[in-house]
């Protein structure tokens, strides 16, 4: 999935409505509804761009490490049927 914005720009958004803009006026102006915008706040409210890149790449090595994990417990499951069984 292709997302419209990247963390950076969407921190900058942010920083728009923070400066005292109306978030009616910034939502108009960047073409998202407000909805999406309190979903962006409530996500990256209060980050600045390098806490968003931490936040970033540890989601990925958080998705990397479930994947790894749900690997091991497959071969686990696989060497204790295959244990199991009665030759």
Known sequence: MKKR????Q??????????????AD??????ISQATFYKY????????VSDA?????LEDENNKLKK???E??????????VNSKKW
Do not use: P, W
Not at 10 to 23: D, F, M, N, V, W
Not at 26 to 31: A, F, I, K, P
């Open 41 to 48: 706040k409530s996500k990256y409210g209060g980050l600045e």
């Open 68 to 70: 790894l994990l749900a």
């Open 5 to 8: 914005f990247t963390e950076e």
């Open 26 to 31: 910034v939502c108009r102006r960047h073409g």
């Open 72 to 81: 091991q417990m497959l071969d686990n499951a696989m060497l204790r049927d």
């Open 53 to 57: 890149r931490k936040l970033r790449a």
């Open 10 to 23: 969407i921190i900058g958004i942010l920083k728009e409505q923070e400066a005292g803009e109306r978030t």
